[in-house]
Each structure stands twice: as structure tokens, then as C-alpha cells.
């Protein structure tokens, strides 16, 4: 369980959000909603370690590991590395036959369950939008998470793709009690997979219902 | 060739020389740092120089101030946006007092010459041996440091999703880069010890995909480079730079010649 207790954050003089509370439950699918710069990559940042709260508590079981597929990835036409190398980075480095035959096992299955077997060799710049998207999630499931993390990992993809994204997000997720924490500007995706999502409005966060949120809280721009 | 002792003694440096910036080259194009490694270069004249100045070795002066220079760009700045400005400011004033440094000194200008375009007839037993173990100590924290490293050079934000130390990583990787440009240059000179730690690097990217495979590409083409450069220098009594940079430059060429071809086909 993830649990925020009067969390409060500033940059410098800037406040991003204060009086924040909510829980997010195991094995949750829950959106993050709000406006552009109301502090969902913040707060997600703030969760993995990556940024620093100004005050109240985050708690987090320190034993569930993250993955988390960042917003922004530069991931040009001339990148060299194959899909599977890419997903491969984020492996540790084994000396033990053994255990470099099971991390083997590991990717191979991973691939398997991101759908991209068929594409592991293809050199990551040259994938689609959406290829590389399963990519990065891919790789962030080489850990084996617990609670998974997308910042807009959906954006700039078509419908059909998006679709299939979400629906395999949505598999991990009942298969393995995955807690996935999807921040989106789409509300249609929201409303079709997650039942809660967390509203960042004013400066502060509140958890609501998915019958509460409506179209007008995805508008970008605008505080 | 070999019967002459100088070509054994650049024979074996440059191979090491080679290596090395075979290896740390798939990691410099692979972090935007082509340019800062242009830079290191003229910093390191500045040290060879200000290392005969105070009657030091060029190559300890240069090991000091690509050292302190490297660690000093990648903590002032991490967004390389303002790292290219500062990059730039800080090589003007180095090319500077490299020249400065020199006119001080008494060393006649064949000694600049020598620092700035390389040579192989300069380098003697004992420097061939600080240049081996300098090389070795480059290759031993690449290796102790490869994984991650490699995660955080081919996808800085993947790693920094994944709690790596990125910041120390780049401090560490800068200190190799330093010293490779400052033994790379005993034998291309530092005018274009750069071609060396960039070309081949980037050449393999057009050729294979994964990192293991990039380093080894690289480092195969950047052996062929040198090894070439000193047969025909020998051979035909002109610059080994002349010959390195052209073939690593051809190379590059067909490399990207190739990529174009197979990705219409
Ligand atoms: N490192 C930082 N230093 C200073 N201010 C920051 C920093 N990171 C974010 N901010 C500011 O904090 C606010 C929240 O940013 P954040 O990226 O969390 O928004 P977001 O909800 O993810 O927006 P978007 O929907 O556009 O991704 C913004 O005003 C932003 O400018
Ligand atoms: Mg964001």
C-alpha cells in the first residue's frame, strides 16, 4: 500500500501541491489527472526517491520495487540498440552461468508478455511509436515490480495502439497483482480501465471516483 | 619494420593507445560527449605544456589538467545544453595558454609539434610502460562499472528510473575519458586524439546492435586505424595522424553508406 500523509511540495518559493492525502491499495489500477504542470510527474518522482518532499510522509513499503516509464525518453532515428539489447539494460551484471541462463529465461518471457518477440531485433530508433512504448515497458519490468508506474505512456499513440497497450497493462495487472499508477491526459482510457484516480487540482491532490471525473478536468494547459 | 626498436615501442603503444579508445569511444559518441572530448584534447596541449614549463612530464601535466577540467565541466553542468557553452568558454582560454605555456618554456617548437600532431618516433621504454598501465587502469573501471554505465549511456532516464547513481557514473566516466585523451595523444598527438575516441565509436553504431558488439567493432576498427596509420607512416615517412584520421574517416563513410543501403533494401 501506498499512503500520503499531509504530503506538501515546493520548488524553491513554488508550490506544487499541499494537504495531500490518499491511499492507493495493492494490486490498484488508479489514473492521475490534472492540468499540465499540477505536479503528477512530481509526485510519482517523489514516490521512487527521485525528488524530495518539502513535508508530510509518504509511506511505501520500502521492499516493492518500481518500474516506471518515464514521460520524455530521447530515443532518436540513429539509436543503435536492438529492442531486446534496449530492454537488457536493465539487468544486473551476473557472473554465474546459471543465473545469466535464468536472467535469459527472464527477457525471453518478458518479450513474450510485452509482445515483442517477433520484434526484439529491430533497432529501437527505427521502431514505431507504440513498439517503443512496449520497449519501455518491457524494460521496466525486468525487476519485477510490484507497482508500476506510466507517465503518459499513451500520449501520441493512435486509438488502436493505445488500446492494445492499455489491455496488456490490464493483463499484468489482474495476472500479477500489479498496482499500476497511470497518469493520463485521455479520458476515455481512463474511464475504461481505472475504477479511482487521483484529481490534482488547486494546488492540492484528492482521490474520486471514476463516475466524478469528467472530461473537463483533462484539459491541457491552464492551472 | 619491427627491426627498429622506436616502431616496437610505437607499435606496442599505440595498440594500448587503440584499446582503449575503442572501448571509452562507444561510451563518448553514445553520451553526446564528442565534443567535449575535442575540448579535452586542447586542454590536454595546455597540460603537456605547462608540464614542460615546470619541467614535469607533458604526460602528467595533461593527465592534471584533462583531470581536473573533465571533473569541473561535469559538475557544473549536467544539461548539455550548458555544458556545449561551457565547453566552449573553457577551450579558448586552454588553446590559449597552451600557447602560452610553450613560448615561457625554452623547448624548441619541434616539441609543440610533436605534442599537437603526434609522433612515433618520440616515445621511449619507459613511457610505452605508463602508458600500458594508464590503459589498464581505464579498462579496469570500465569493466568494474560496464553495466551500469552502459544502462545510463544508452538510456540516461531509463537509468535514472531505475535508481542508478547517474551522477557519479558521469564523474567516473569522465576521469576515463580524461585519461584516454591523454595517453591517446602520445602517438596521434591531441590535435586529433579525438578521432580516435569518436569515429570508430560511432561508425559501429551503423553496423551492429548491441553494446558488446559496439565494442568490439569499435575497438577492431580503431586497431586496424593505428595499425595501418604506423605501416604506411613507416613506410612512406609521412604524418601516422594523416593516415589514421583518413582511414577512420573512409570507414565512417562506408559505414554510413552502408546503413542508408540497408535500410533501402
Ligand atoms: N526540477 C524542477 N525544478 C523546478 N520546478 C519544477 C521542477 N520539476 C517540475 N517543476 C515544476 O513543478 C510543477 C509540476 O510539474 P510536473 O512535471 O510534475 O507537472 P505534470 O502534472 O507532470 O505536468 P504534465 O501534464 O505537463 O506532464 C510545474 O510548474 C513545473 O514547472
Ligand atoms: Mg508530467
Known amino acids: ?223 | 619494420m619491427f627491426g627498429y626498436e622506436f616502431m616496437r615501442e610505437a607499435f606496442i603503444a599505440s595498440t594500448f593507445i587503440a584499446i582503449t579508445a575503442g572501448i571509452v569511444g562507444v561510451f563518448v559518441v553514445s553520451r553526446n560527449m564528442s565534443f567535449l572530448s575535442h575540448t579535452l584534447s586542447e586542454i590536454g596541449f595546455a597540460g603537456a605544456s605547462f608540464g614542460v614549463l615546470i619541467g614535469i612530464s607533458p604526460l602528467a601535466g595533461m593527465i592534471l589538467f584533462t583531470m581536473v577540467s573533465s571533473v569541473a565541466v561535469g559538475s557544473l553542468s549536467t544539461e548539455s545544453s550548458r555544458r556545449e557553452a561551457s565547453i566552449s568558454t573553457i577551450s579558448s582560454l586552454f588553446i590559449g595558454l597552451g600557447i602560452l605555456f610553450l613560448s615561457l618554456s625554452s623547448q624548441s617548437s619541434s616539441y609543440a609539434t610533436n605534442i599537437l600532431f603526434g609522433s612515433i618516433v618520440g616515445i621511449s621504454a619507459k613511457e610505452v610502460q605508463q602508458l600500458m598501465i594508464l590503459a589498464v587502469v581505464v579498462i579496469v573501471i570500465i569493466m568494474v562499472f560496464y553495466k551500469s554505465l552502459a544502462f545510463d549511456s544508452f538510456d540516461h532516464i531509463g537509468a535514472r528510473a531505475a535508481g542508478l547513481k547517474t551522477r557519479f557514473l558521469s564523474v567516473a566516466f569522465l576521469i576515463t575519458l580524461a585519461l584516454s585523451v591523454s595517453i591517446g595523444s602520445q602517438i596521434v598527438g591531441s590535435m586529433l586524439v579525438f578521432v580516435l575516441l569518436t569515429l570508430p565509436g560511432a561508425t559501429a553504431r551503423y553496423l551492429v546492435h548491441s553494446v558488446p558488439k559496439l565494442i568490439m567493432v569499435s575497438v577492431g576498427l580503431s586497431l586496424a586505424g593505428v595499425w595501418l596509420g604506423l605501416y604506411l607512416a613507416f613506410v612512406t615517412n609521412w604524418p601516422v595522424t594523416f593516415f589514421i584520421s583518413s582511414f577512420e574517416v573512409i570507414v565512417y563513410f562506408l559505414g554510413l553508406s552502408y546503413k542508408n543501403w540497408k535500410l533501402s533494401h
Do not use: C
Open chain 1, 1 to 223: 500500500m501506498i499512503e500520503a500523509r499531509n504530503l506538501e511540495k515546493r520548488f524553491g518559493k513554488q508550490l506544487v501541491f499541499k494537504d495531500v492525502n490518499f491511499k492507493i491499495n495493492d494490486g490498484e489500477f488508479i489514473s492521475l489527472v490534472g492540468h499540465n504542470g499540477s505536479g503528477k510527474t512530481t509526485l510519482v518522482k517523489i514516490l521512487m526517491g527521485l525528488e524530495k518532499k518539502s513535508g508530510g510522509d509518504i509511506l511505501i513499503d520500502k521492499k516493492q520495487t518500481i518500474g516506471y516509464v518515464p514521460q520524455f525518453r530521447n530515443i532518436d532515428l540513429d539509436y543503435p540498440l536492438d529492442i531486446e539489447q534496449f530492454v537488457r539494460l536493465n539487468l544486473k551484471w551476473k557472473l554465474s552461468p546459471e543465473k545469466r541462463r535464468k536472467d535469459n529465461e527472464l527477457v525471453n518471457e518478458i518479450l513474450e508478455k510485452t509482445h515483442l518477440t517477433e520484434l526484439k531485433h529491430r533497432p529501437l530508433g527505427l521502431a514505431s511509436g507504440g513498439e517503443k512504448q512496449k520497449a519501455y515497458l518491457a524494460q521496466s519490468l525486468l525487476n519485477d515490480p510490484k507497482i508500476l508506474i506510466l507517465d503518459e505512456s499513451t500520449a501520441s499513440l493512435d486509438v488502436e495502439v493505445k488500446m492494445q497497450l492499455m489491455d496488456l497493462v490490464q493483463e499484468l495487472n489482474k495476472r500479477f497483482k500489479l498496482t499500476v499508477i497511470f497518469i493520463t491526459h485521455d479520458y476515455e482510457l481512463s474511464k475504461k480501465y481505472t475504477k479511482r484516480a487521483l484529481f490534482f487540482e488547486n494546488k492540492t491532490i484528492k482521490p474520486i471516483s471514476i463516475n466524478d471525473v469528467s472530461e473537463d478536468m483533462f484539459e491541457l494547459g491552464g492551472r
